[in-house]
Nanobody, 117 residues
Framework: QVRLVESGGGLVQAGGSLRLSCAAS????????MGWYRQAPGNERELVAR???????NYGDSAKGRFTISRDAAKNTVYLQMNSLKPEDTAVYYC???????????WGQGTQVTVSS
């Protein structure tokens, strides 16, 4: 059973920073990609950032230049450093893991990020 444990969400003022962590455990083989998505009320879930096995990264437009994703392969953990946060970054942030040759797709329970103006 694969488990994703997210941490680091919370309340921050505009212009501040937060660091999200997502630790994966269980029988993970043929890791493909791990990343973060977010969903604000009334909106669809959107890509924030993701990182592949080879270290390639992709960012959603809203994250470019402000957020940085990184991975500690030994710990099966990804981090999302979020700087210069804006009220529009307020959302539930979900960790996502794809492995097994793109066969398996897991989601974390989500962590709330709230940015006050």
């Amino acid at each position: 059973q694969v488990r994703l444990v997210e941490s680091g969400g919370g309340l921050v003022q505009a212009g501040g920073s937060l660091r999200l962590s997502c630790a994966a455990s269980g029988s993970i083989f043929n890791f493909n990609v791990m990343g973060w998505y977010r969903q604000a009320p009334g909106n669809e879930r959107e890509l924030v950032a993701r990182i592949t096995r080879g270290g390639s990264t992709n960012y959603g437009d809203s994250a470019k230049g402000r957020f940085t994703i990184s991975r500690d392969a030994a710990k099966n953990t990804v981090y999302l450093q979020m700087n210069s946060l804006k009220p529009e970054d307020t959302a539930v942030y979900y960790c996502n893991l794809v492995y097994g040759g793109w066969q398996y797709n897991y989601w974390g329970q989500g962590t709330q990020v709230t940015v006050s103006s």
